[in-house]
């Protein structure tokens, strides 16, 4: 990597450091996750100050140090302002932030994960669908992209979708099927007894998680589902992070009151 560098990124997080200078967790589309200090940005007239705040996202100009990157330059081409008018937004931002920033590497392709983060802050800022849902969305997309999606196209026991099981039994497709978290994905009615506490899921709901790991992210936030569906895909996305995702958002703890 050259001693300078421009890359595309937005600023998840931003402590301070020292009297005046602050260090940035910056998801990038070139390189990864990476921490940069952004020496003066506390300062009042600082030509930083603008950039260094949670959710900026554009250009930034690196100096590549031994250990670290220095921030010598940004263009900001959306602070994402509209979040901190409402306090239910900056919560949910604050979120997806502290979910990137810990699912992410420095040195990873992590491209489709900043557009994720991206559009899911200007579906929250639209204020047009429903936040549980989009909550919901951007959580079952960060670990699909992250390759530890659910298998929800096919039982995961027998690799038979419910349809085929169905027309082998001579009986007609079911319109419910079983979400096992410690399975990993769907369970067909043969194979239910794997686990009897999966959630027993109707076929929109199933048809809603297929969508959103298999489509691209620029299609995620196009629809609106029934308040059954919501509250299915939640308790399902919910029961698999708590199997996979072993870590606490302290973020949550604003959000969690009204999920």
């Keep these: 990597m050259p001693a300078s560098t421009i ?6 997080s931003a402590m301070p450091v020292g009297d005046y200078d602050k260090r940035l967790v910056i998801l990038t589309k070139e390189i990864g996750r990476i921490s940069a ?16 705040q949670p959710f900026a996202f554009g250009e930034f100009t690196l100096y590549a140090g031994i250990s670290s990157y220095t921030i010598m330059a940004a263009e900001i081409s959306n602070y994402f302002g509209e979040l901190r008018d409402d306090f239910d937004q900056l919560c949910y931002g604050f979120y997806f932030s502290e979910f990137a920033d810990y699912i992410t590497k420095e040195n990873n392709d992590e491209k489709d994960i900043l557009k994720l983060l991206y559009q899911s802050l200007k579906a929250i800022g639209k204020n047009t669908i429903d936040k549980q849902l989009i909550r ?25 979708n419910s349809r085929e099981t169905a027309l082998e039994e001579g009986r007609l497709p079911s319109g419910r099927y079983y979400f096992s978290a410690s399975c990993g994905g ?6 239910r007894g794997n686990d009897r506490n999966a959630i027993s899921v109707n076929t929109s709901t199933l048809y ?10 620029e299609k995620l936030y196009t629809f609106k589902v029934t308040d059954e569906v919501l ?19 302290k973020s949550l703890e604003m959000l969690n009151p009204v999920y």
């Excluded at 200090?37 to 260094?52: I, Q, T």
């Excluded at 769907?186 to 194979?191: G, K, N, S, T």
């Design 7 to 12: 890359v595309t990124g937005m600023v998840l």
């Design 37 to 52: 200090f952004a020496k003066g940005a506390r300062r009042p007239n600082s030509a930083l100050l603008a950039c260094s």
């Design 136 to 160: 919901a969305v951007f959580e079952l997309k960060i670990i699909s992209l992250n390759g530890e999606a659910p298998q929800v196209f096919a039982c995961v026991k027998c690799n038979k």
């Design 186 to 191: 769907i369970l067909c009615e043969a194979c």
């Design 208 to 217: 809603t998680m297929q969508y959103i790991i298999s489509k691209e992210v």
């Design 231 to 249: 509250a299915e895909l939640k308790l399902c996305i919910k029961n698999y992070l708590a199997c996979y995702v072993e870590h606490e958002f």
